[in-house]
């Protein structure tokens, strides 16, 4: 008995785990982008209509009847219709405060550079502020004596000497 349990349980389970349905993929008109707006839906519902009449398929759009991606097509153009003004007004007021809180930006952007110029602000004269600022340098170059051609430069130094000083040795 005691075997029998040990080999039971080194047994895998023989449960069955089902993989979850996959929905089925929409159909080939849904795949591109909706029209975003009214002319662009006009559009897209007027082309389909060409589109399907020269099929001569059973069941596609003739005269009053509309097939189901020709139905959803305008069903989309006639909601841009309708709430487009709206669409308009929302979006005018998203401009206005998009374009106020960039002025709030801008406005707090120079006084926290403001403040800083001012921390930043000194009292000394501005010979000193000017020796600071790299003065010396372009007086030391402005009284650097002026090079004779074929001599070595002083920056450079003299160069490595070729020959051997003693050739005894």
């Known amino acids: 008995m005691a075997q029998a349990a040990a080999s039971v349980a080194g047994r895998r389970s023989t449960k069955v785990i089902r993989k979850p349905k996959v929905a089925p993929a929409p159909a080939v008109a849904q795949m591109s982008p909706a029209p975003v707006?009214?002319?662009?839906?006009?559009?897209?519902?007027?082309?389909?209509?060409?589109?399907?009449?020269?099929s001569n398929v059973v069941g596609r759009c003739d005269?009053?009847?509309?097939?189901?991606?020709?139905?959803?097509?305008?069903?989309?153009?006639?909601?841009l219709r309708r709430t487009q003004p709206r669409r308009d007004r929302e979006?005018?007021?998203?401009?206005?405060?998009?374009?106020?809180l960039a002025r709030v930006r801008s406005a707090k952007a120079s006084r926290a550079a403001a403040r800083e110029w001012e921390e930043r602000r000194t009292d000394a004269p501005r010979q000193a502020l000017a020796k600071r600022s790299g003065t010396?340098?372009?007086?030391?170059?402005?009284?650097?004596?002026?090079?004779?051609?074929?001599?070595?430069?002083?920056?450079r130094g003299a160069g490595v000497p070729l020959k051997t000083l003693h050739p005894a040795c």
């Open 37 to 54: 707006n009214e002319a662009d839906a006009l559009a897209a519902y007027r082309n389909h209509l060409k589109t399907c009449r020269a």
């Open 136 to 155: 010396e340098v372009e007086e030391a170059n402005n009284t650097r004596r002026i090079p004779v051609p074929g001599a070595v430069s002083h920056l």
């Open 63 to 79: 005269g009053t009847h509309r097939c189901g991606d020709g139905t959803r097509l305008a069903a989309l153009y006639d909601r």
């Open 91 to 100: 979006r005018a007021q998203e401009a206005r405060v998009e374009e106020m």
